[in-house]
């Protein structure tokens, strides 16, 4: 350890305007270069999977969409998916569709958010202004299909809670039509600026032999070059249906990362474009479920994954023969990330650098220590 | 060594957007209409509220407390007791309006309120039919 | 706990066990009253807030901060350190261990300083009332001057809570940070006893008015 003898330590702490939440990672610095990073999560451990297990099914649906903050929606399909595949309920198409539209929306509003992130910790203060605004029209509509601008609570085992409102299907097209024109303007002023090229070009590069082995997900994954999804590898609702690309980039960098999300948007628009044209006009919304001391879990466990905006996203659930779950395990994305990742990319880089690495991989605190 | 000419030029188009409209909901003046379906703060109907407690069974952060009222409301009321909502516990999931057996357990769209008094916040639902209604 | 008994006041709306919003007046010097009174309406035009997620909450705090619902129509503006700031947002429930962050940074602001806290979790638990690990009822451990009820409270519900902390800093009420200087060995109890038995002197520089808190 003889690199550490001259250094200075310093706490890139959990009240700092440069991080992704309430975290902190303690550096060790010569000069401005890092020479050892640590990881300290913990600020946020509320204990949801003993919380679970003190409920009822149909209570603790409203608990599980608040272990990640910026995405809720995954978490509850999650959980309505493994409920209906322990106790055998079928869905119908019109609440599939409706499902899938609710998590393309949210992926949509949630790389809006990224892209305000990202653009704030290089100093380029102008995007956050435009995008958490335009993020904001897409909470205007889940306000008007679920109820709540933040926390939906809309997924339902069984299928989703409210129907469409009239007229809402004309409205998401016109705001999708206004987003179109939108990544245009981001193009010129932030992806093709050539200060973040030379801030984000060969930092940060995750290395392509370690990423199945240590099991990274998402777009950290898809800019070293592997092509894996998984609404293609594993479909569920209706992807086997649509018709959609996965985007790939071979560098691992910063800005890899940043245009395979900026590729994922133009995606998710045409995703949702064609669940437009395709929604059934009628169907049963919600199978009706017995009261809810009386919806009992057989004895069997189930093991689900979503893709949510930063990777995969996984469930194991198992009941044992009564009304309540005995127990839920939950896999996010962002624990990987945060401690092997970020603590070997952190190593012989500049402190300007940490804010900005954080915000591309996607690290979010209340989904590592939920 | 080359000079990236589009990417020096590209970003000045942001000054395009000095002449357009500012997008600001300037908000004590201006108030956006929240819609009718929001979930808000709750209200009952008491002529036929019956006192089952359902509302108070399925919750699951203890947040709902059945009390006596000063008088008599509806006469079908066995219990004679009337819900009351403790908004420190509350967390607006609703599930307390999708069980109520005669659904006068309702959620109104307003939903904003600040006090300087964290003990303040017990609250009694309004004494309405339907959404949007007001007594006064 | 919360009395079953008969004739509870029956007006809807919100109430509790005390009056609301007691006003008092502070009880620093009005020697020089105008002064006083163009210093505070002053005061009350820039807040100045630290930047510090704490919970759930801060996934509306961009849209209050950025372009859509424009805090700096009002003079709150968001700064690196607590050294320059006035105001803690508190958005949501607390841990044990984000707590004692949060009172050395709190006890590290200079002087007015206040607190508010959106949601349900500070007033009395929220949906974590059976959790270990969080803080019950946040008024026990640091005064809280402005509460925002809702999960999680709109950006027109922020907006409400600082015009409301404006008006009061008008006109002069007594604010948390006296309260906490007046009863700093009740507070101070309240988190040794829940941080696990040690907690840091209070970070005063009043030495001679205060004694450190008791502790040195």
């Not at chain 1, 479909?235 to 910063?254: A, E, R």
Request: charge should be negative.
């Amino acid at each position: 350890m003889n690199d550490l003898k001259n250094t200075i330590k310093i706490f890139h702490g959990p009240q700092h305007p440069g991080i992704t939440g309430n975290m902190s990672v303690e550096l060790d610095l010569l000069g401005e270069t890092i020479k050892r990073a640590r990881v300290h999560v913990g600020y946020l451990h509320r204990g949801f999977e003993k919380l679970v297990e003190r409920r009822t099914v149909v209570q603790a649906f409203t608990i599980v969409c608040r272990i990640c903050v910026p995405e809720p929606d995954p978490n509850e399909e999650n959980f309505a998916r493994a409920v209906e595949n322990l106790a055998g309920l079928e869905i119908s198409e019109k609440a599939k569709y409706i499902r899938t539209m609710v998590l393309e929306m949210q992926r949509l509003a949630n790389l809006f958010l990224w892209m305000g992130g990202q653009a704030g910790s290089i100093g380029l203060g102008l995007i956050p202004q435009w995008s958490v605004c335009d993020r904001d029209y897409m909470l205007d509509l889940f306000e008007e299909l679920t109820g709540g601008r933040v926390y939906h609570m809309y997924a339902f085992p069984g299928g989703v809670r409210r129907d469409l409102p009239d007229g809402f299907l004309d409205k998401l097209s016109d705001l999708l039509d206004y987003y179109e024109k939108r990544i245009i303007v981001y193009n010129n002023t932030f992806f093709d600026n050539v200060i973040f090229k030379k801030r984000a070009i060969g930092v940060g590069i995750v290395n392509r032999d370690e990423v199945l082995k240590n099991a990274y997900v998402g777009q950290t994954m898809r800019a070293c070059g592997i092509k894996k999804d998984v609404r293609k590898d594993m479909p569920y609702l209706m992807y086997d249906k649509l018709d959609f690309d996965i985007p790939i980039q071979q560098d691992g960098d910063v800005y890899a990362r940043a245009l395979v999300r900026r590729d994922e948007m133009i995606q998710s628009i045409r995703i949702l474009r064609q669940i437009i044209e395709q929604m059934p006009e009628e169907g049963d919304i919600l199978q009706k479920i017995q009261k809810h001391r009386k919806f009992k879990l057989p004895a069997d466990d189930t093991y689900v994954q979503t893709e949510s905006a930063r990777g995969a996203m996984s469930y194991y659930m198992a009941g044992d023969g009564s009304e309540k779950i005995r127990r839920m395990q939950v896999r996010g994305p962002s624990l990987v990330h945060a401690y092997t990742l970020l603590e070997k990319l952190l190593v012989d880089s500049e402190l300007a650098d940490v804010a900005m690495t954080m915000n591309s991989l996607g690290i979010c605190p209340p989904e590592i220590e939920r | 060594m080359a000079i990236d000419i589009k990417g020096v030029l590209s970003p000045l188009s942001a000054i395009g957007t000095l002449f357009e409209h500012p997008r600001t909901l300037t908000y004590p003046e201006v108030t956006k209409d929240i819609l009718v379906g929001y979930r808000g703060f709750h209200i009952n109907n008491l002529e036929t509220c019956i006192g089952c407690a359902s509302c108070e069974e399925v919750c699951m952060n203890d947040a709902i407390d059945m009390i006596h009222p000063d008088k008599e409301y509806n006469p079908k009321n066995t219990s004679g007791c009337i819900p009351r909502i403790d908004y420190g516990r509350c967390c607006w999931c609703s599930l307390c309006t999708d069980v109520c057996p005669p659904s006068s357990l309702k959620l109104d769209n307003i939903c904003i309120h600040a006090d300087c008094d964290p003990d303040n916040f017990l609250y009694m639902p309004k004494n309405i039919k339907n959404i949007g209604e007001d007594v006064s | 706990m919360f009395g079953l008994d008969k004739g509870d006041k029956m007006e809807s709306g919100f109430y509790g066990s005390s009056l609301k919003c007691k006003f008092e007046e502070s009880g620093l010097a009005n020697t020089h009253a105008i002064m006083e009174k163009a210093v505070r309406w002053f005061e009350s035009r820039s807040i100045f807030v630290v930047a510090y997620g704490t919970g759930c909450g801060a996934i509306e705090m961009p849209p209050t901060f950025t372009s859509r619902y424009d805090a700096e129509r009002m003079g709150v503006v968001g700064v690196a350190t607590p050294r320059q700031a006035d105001l803690i947002i508190l958005s949501g429930y607390l841990a044990y261990k984000t707590l004692r962050r949060v009172i050395r940074t709190y006890e590290q602001m200079q002087k007015p300083r206040y607190i508010m806290s959106l949601g349900s979790c500070p007033i009395n638990g929220g949906m974590y009332w059976d959790s270990y690990n969080t803080i019950k009822k946040l008024d026990d451990y640091i005064p809280v001057d402005v509460a925002v009820t809702g999960c999680m409270p709109r950006p027109e519900a922020v907006i409400d809570g600082f015009v409301l902390l404006q008006e009061r800093i008008r006109n002069g009420e007594k604010a948390g940070w006296e309260k906490y200087d007046e009863n700093l060995k009740f507070y101070k109890d309240n988190q040794k006893r829940v941080l696990g038995g040690h907690v840091d002197p209070a970070y005063e520089t009043d030495w001679y008015n205060l004694n450190g808190g008791g502790i040195a």
